[in-house]
């Protein structure tokens, strides 16, 4: 069963008046409505030829009692940028993206979204922002289709621009067919898609995903991030968590996060180039002898296995090539393939985590 919740939870701030209990699966909750008024209009982003950033945090801290989950981050995001937030568990990057919906209090340091200063604007932030939680939640007892309107009626969409919208939003998700189907009874995949889908049906600048395809089959991924490709392309920045590498190169810039800090951001192929060293794959016959003979020779930096094949990082892929095969045949190990292959985004930060860790 879907968990009952607010995918939209972080809306609740204390001047909403209105709230509207909503019993589902004999769960009660509670729905705030939101405010008409937000404050005032966003503050322009562009400034002539040079652009301020969208989204920007400097020396960012939040604690939770001794615990430092943002710890002096500073990040900056540029209207209609692609950026991947990737990291450890509890590396900090729910935190921080609970800080920028404006749901979390700053602790110290700065950070703005759209020209507001979050410290004194988070409301006003608010209406521009489409935040999906790691946790997102569904109306299970709702269709499809109503799970849309209730999202549309939290946030002022306006009745004349709902049903354009929510036709638009069900083709973009690919979910027409299944517009009266209750989403408790969509599939895992499905029901990411319907999230993303109310998190877009007031027209937001800005995404905040947290972790948005997590669980989701590589086919679902997919369709999920192609969705997101077509929303960059026309222009929303979007700020994204996730613990897949490949989702991580799929996005124009990537941000490492390490016990609250941003500790790598560049382009995903610059952040690959940056790896000190480089990467010798093998497809051994028996993995687990040829682990145990390679990791530790010399040279070799890091020893992962992907499936039965197993990549070095190693500091000289040419010079150590012929030391690990020399290796396994004194051990009399047979393999399909040895090469010197490009590095992965996996690999380049394994490797700089095991640098901050060393
Ligand atoms: N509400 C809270 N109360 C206490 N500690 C918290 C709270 N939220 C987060 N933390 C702690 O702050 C740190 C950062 O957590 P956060 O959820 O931001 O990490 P994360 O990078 O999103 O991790 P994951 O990849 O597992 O989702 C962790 O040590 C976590 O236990
Ligand atoms: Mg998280």
Redesign the pocket.
Known sequence: MIVVGLIAGWLAGPIWKHKHPIGVRGVLVQVYAPPHAFGAAPLPIADGNAMTPIIETKDLRRN??K????DGLSLSIESGELFGLV????????????LLAGLLQIGEGEASVLGFDLREKAESVKPHIGYMA?QFSLYGELSVMENLQFFAELFDVASKDMAERAECLLTFAGLTEFKERRAVNLSGGMQKKLALACTLIHEPDILLL??PTTGVDPISRREFWSILTQLHLRGTTILV?T?YMDEADRCSRVGL?YE?RLIECDSPRRIREKLDGEVIVIQPEDWQQALKTVAGADGVREAQTYGESIHLLVDSGKRRLPEIEQSLHRARLKYRSIRIAPARMEEAFISLIRKQEA
Do not use: H, I, Y
């Not at 615990?67 to 943002?70: D, F, G, L």
């Not at 450890?88 to 921080?96: I, L, M, R, S």
């Open positions: 939770f009692r615990t430092r989950a943002v990291g450890p568990d509890g590396a900090g990057k729910t935190t921080t993206l609970r790691q947290d972790e968590s613990p996060m609250g």
